[in-house]
DNA sequence: TTGACACCACTGCAAGTGTAGTACTACGTT
DNA sequence: AACGTAGTACTACACTTGCAGTGGTGTCAA
């Protein structure tokens, strides 16, 4: 078993990458050697099996996702507005357009989890800890609306996510600026008395 | 090319199972033969390549999402509520539950989608149709809400089925009750004057 | 010099496809 | 009633493909 760390994470890029390419039907250890460009036989080395791959793989997605720290920090001066909110939307649809493979690599796993109980407890972990911090951040940041807020929001980008990864034209009809500004603005629910009378 | 209408229907039923049990990965020939109880060779017979199986496969699973009809006219007795529409989620909910390998091979199908323009023409208009009708029922019912409070529960509707096939237990802490009750409340929005005046 | 890794080639295996051939059934013909 | 034909079910097999795993060799660095 190989232990070089950068190689390892190459052919886990590679891994997602075929994944996305080919759906999980297409991943072999050839075919994620072929695309990392290394000789035949090399994620034979390094992984076990093509189940360990897959864990790995999961893991790998994982770290992919994190949101980087310093753009979050230049979003947040801003007043805590439901346009705020709605623009914290637009970013993610954003990060999601930038790294599509990641996402449909994520997809294929989700699917990959229905028949593999301990990678559904990796995606478990994943999803939860994800809809955790962000309603975390979103109450810890005093942004409008509550816990439900988030959940509804998580879920209802959830939708848009896979929609646009998979049939994107069925949303053609709503563009995506109104379309996310009004989630966010229901999500939120009415302006409570307190919060109206202040601004 | 066989012609036997029931035989086909049965090997399609089949390679919906496949496709939920095993994926796309496992879709093959001998695999729809085995869990069809027919012998090997038969779905050669009928499909002349993997491609046809999965185009036909998608029409199959269009006509088993379609909804009863004698069950939506019993449910729209009621008067058009707040309570009516979260009913309505509901009973997409157990439809779902229902029939979870038919919602299993339809997500298996999108991320194929991804990779088929033809079946990807297809999926987009089965999803493109579903959300018209949804929302010509639901203004035609006189439903509360407009057609963006369509669009916002088609959405939801997805990231919480799609999750509770892949990953239930991110959502336990939020029981499915208030957490629909909740979803379609917001997403109808506020209730104007006019309506508020006639409750 | 030794150990870890890259690279390469080969063997063997497993799965699946497609087809050819046979048997059965139903239906129409004379 | 015997026969013929068409469509289908069933079976078996040959052929191809593609992958996994391993062992051997080269290479670099400590």
Redesign the interface.
């Known amino acids: 078993m190989r232990q070089n760390l950068a190689r390892r994470t190459a052919l886990l890029d590679a891994a997602i990458e075929v994944l996305?390419?080919?759906?999980?039907?297409g991943l072999t250890f050839r075919a994620v050697d072929a695309l990392a460009g290394v000789p035949t036989g090399t994620a034979s080395n390094y992984f076990t099996s093509r189940d360990e791959l897959i864990a790995q793989v999961a893991q790998r997605t994982r770290e992919r996702l994190t949101p980087v720290e310093s753009e979050v920090r230049r979003t947040m001066r801003a007043p805590r507005t439901r346009d705020l909110v709605t623009l914290l939307m637009h970013q993610l649809l954003d990060r999601m357009r930038q790294d599509r493979p990641t996402y449909?690599a994520m997809?294929?796993l989700?699917?990959?989890?229905?028949?593999r109980p301990e990678l559904?407890a990796v995606?478990?972990d994943v999803?939860?800890e994800n809809?955790r911090e962000s309603i975390k951040f979103h109450l810890d940041a005093d942004l409008p609306g509550d816990e439900?807020?988030v959940?509804?929001l998580?879920?209802?980008?959830?939708?848009?996510l896979?929609?646009d990864?998979?049939?994107p034209?069925?949303?053609t009809p709503?563009p995506y600026d109104t379309?996310i500004a009004?989630?966010v603005d229901?999500?939120?629910?009415?302006r409570d008395a307190t919060r109206q009378s202040l601004t």
């Open positions: 996305a390419r080919d759906g999980s039907r449909l997809l294929e989700r699917l990959e989890a229905t028949r559904r995606l478990v999803f939860s809809l439900t807020t959940v509804l998580y879920l209802a980008m959830s939708g848009l896979i929609d990864l998979t049939v034209d069925v949303l709503y379309l009004t989630m229901r999500a939120i629910g009415p």
